[in-house]
Nanobody, 127 residues
Framework: QVQLVESGGGLVQAGGSLRLSCAVSGRPFSYYAVGWFRQAPGKEREFVAA????????EYADSVKGRFTISRDAAKNTVYLQMNSLKSEDTAVYSC????????????????????WGQGTQVAVSE
């Protein structure tokens, strides 16, 4: 099992940037993909971005493509979400999640595939 802790959220003006971090700890029994999801008030949790264990495969929601970048630092067991050109509609609680897999290339957009979740970090974008 793995544990995940997010950090880096905060309040930013529209057009600004934030970088979220997801620190992964524990003893995974296999490779694991990491995804970022977000949930705005009154809305369902939605997919934002995901990255494979190898880092070679990434997936993005259409709403963030070209603005957000997901990456991972294997030495630090940390996954990052660089968010640029932020909009008010990006306001949400952002959570990272891990999905263990036998493949280094596995990546998923489906929140149901992810079994370990962090507590989340709030991102607020003001106009």
């Amino acid at each position: 099992q793995v544990q995940l802790v997010e950090s880096g959220g905060g309040l930013v003006q529209a057009g600004g940037s934030l970088r979220l971090s997801c620190a992964v700890s524990g003893r995974p029994f296999s490779y694991y993909a990491v995804g970022w999801f977000r949930q705005a008030p009154g809305k369902e949790r939605e997919f934002v971005a995901a990255i494979s264990w190898s880092g070679a495969r990434t997936e993005y929601a259409d709403s963030v493509k070209g603005r957000f970048t997901i990456s991972r630092d294997a030495a630090k067991n940390t996954v990052y979400l660089q968010m640029n050109s932020l909009k008010s509609e990006d306001t949400a609680v952002y959570s990272c999640a891990a999905r263990q897999s036998a493949s280094r290339q596995y990546v998923s957009r489906d929140r149901a595939d992810f079994g370990s979740w962090g507590q989340g970090t709030q991102v607020a974008v003001s106009e």
